[in-house]
């Protein structure tokens, strides 16, 4: 349920920061105190039961604050295309180990229960 909540209230958050801001660099902003706000959250709460989905959510909300940190990058704050090239490289890497990591720590809980259940 919590992270339902959490989820919707993030998304509804940045779809009006989308759609109401005009200003790309504005949006940027506001998208990275949305999301250092609900990383301190995560940080202070500790919302999930067991310690390996508190590990996991913390380190996703960290991984996506950098990710946000580094969206500035793609804007015309950095005027070499080049650097721009390669930071997107950097960003999709970031972006593939946040997936492998959340997907083997989701199958490593998957396995766990199923153990337990046979």
């Known amino acids: 349920m919590?992270?339902?909540?959490?989820?919707?209230i993030r998304r509804f958050l940045l779809i009006?920061?989308?759609?109401?801001?005009?200003?790309?660099?504005?949006?940027?902003?506001c998208v990275l105190y949305i999301q250092t706000v609900f990383t301190l959250y995560v940080l202070y709460v500790r919302p999930m039961n067991d310690s390996i989905g508190n590990s996991t959510l913390i380190f996703n909300e960290l991984l996506i604050t950098t990710l946000c940190i580094i969206l500035f990058t793609f804007t015309e704050f950095v005027p070499y295309s080049l650097v721009r090239y390669n930071l997107g490289w950097i960003f999709l890497?970031?972006?593939?180990?946040?997936i492998l990591i959340t997907t083997g720590v989701w199958v490593l809980d998957v396995?766990?229960?199923?153990?337990?259940q046979y």
């Open 111 to 116: 396995y766990q229960m199923t153990k337990r």
């Open 16 to 29: 009006f920061v989308a759609v109401e801001l005009s200003y790309p660099l504005i949006q940027l902003i």
């Open 2 to 8: 919590f992270l339902l909540a959490f989820n919707l």
């Open 93 to 98: 890497y970031l972006v593939y180990l946040v």
